[in-house]
């Protein structure tokens, strides 16, 4: 059995930086590819990026390229995603997943992702006055 854990998770301003990190553990690690996904409050789970665990090949959607980078460390054992110029929309909970084949067989806990909005309007308060 393999389990994979994130780490590197937190809450950063527009633009700055963060590198989340997922080790696997467990006997038999040996995969076709590891990737990332991440679920924003409210809406469905989606791919980041994905890297061939081999040769290394990366993959990234379009919001995020050029601004993130997915890597791996096969003697570590440990895949990377280094998030540059985080933007608000980039706020979720990040996944990291790995695959044999065409489905994926292992995913961990995730690592919350905040990235303060610049908005300087708050949520706002309902105020009802009824007669």
Request: with cysteine; proline share 3%.
């Amino acid at each position: 059995q393999v389990q994979l854990q994130e780490s590197g998770g937190g809450l950063v301003q527009p633009g700055e930086s963060l590198r989340l990190s997922c080790t696997a553990s467990g006997r038999d690690i040996s995969f076709l590819a590891m990737s990332w996904f991440r679920q924003a409050p409210g809406k469905e789970r989606e791919l980041v990026a994905t890297i061939t665990w081999s040769g290394g090949r990366d993959f990234y959607v379009d919001l995020v390229k050029g601004r993130f980078t997915i890597s791996r460390d096969k003697d570590q054992n440990t895949l990377y995603l280094q998030m540059n110029n985080l933007k608000p929309e980039g706020t979720a909970v990040y996944y990291c997943a790995a695959r044999s084949g065409v489905e994926y067989d292992y995913c961990g806990q995730g690592a919350q992702v905040t990235v303060a909005s610049s908005e300087p309007w708050g949520q706002g308060a309902q105020v009802t006055v009824s007669s």
